[in-house]
């Protein structure tokens, strides 16, 4: 049990150091703020909800991913290899995926919210 216990407080550090560190995250939990914000105000259903959580989830998941492959590369090669930013740029562009991805489902989730209190 101390174990596990001990393996929630690294993951909660590595989430600190996500946090404090890393601007883009810092960007992302400002945009969550917002969202959640538009989310009550607009009175997403349940699976709006649930929908929007896997949509952030996965993109902060893919940013602190891309920060342990960036703080990895440069700690293996702290001098430039094409190689190595190529495997930064791999994992930066996987978080970008994420973002645009989420940008759409928030676009959908929200744009049918507001047409319906425009028109309706």
Not at 46 to 68: D, H, P, Q, R
Not at 87 to 100: F, Q
């Amino acid at each position: 049990m101390i174990k596990l216990i001990k393996s929630f407080g690294y993951a909660i550090k590595g989430m600190m150091v996500a946090v404090r560190e890393e601007q883009n995250m810092r960007i992302h939990l400002i945009a969550i703020a917002v969202v959640t914000i538009a989310g009550i105000y607009l009175g997403l259903s349940a699976i709006e909800w649930a929908i929007l959580a896997l949509t952030i989830g996965s993109v902060i998941s893919m940013e602190m991913i891309n920060a342990a492959i960036e703080s990895l590369v440069d700690h293996v090669t702290p001098e430039y290899h094409k190689e190595a930013g190529k495997i930064k740029d791999l994992a930066a562009g996987a978080v970008l995926v994420a973002a645009i991805v989420a940008t759409v489902i928030a676009v959908y989730i929200f744009g049918n919210k507001i047409f319906n209190l425009i028109f309706f």
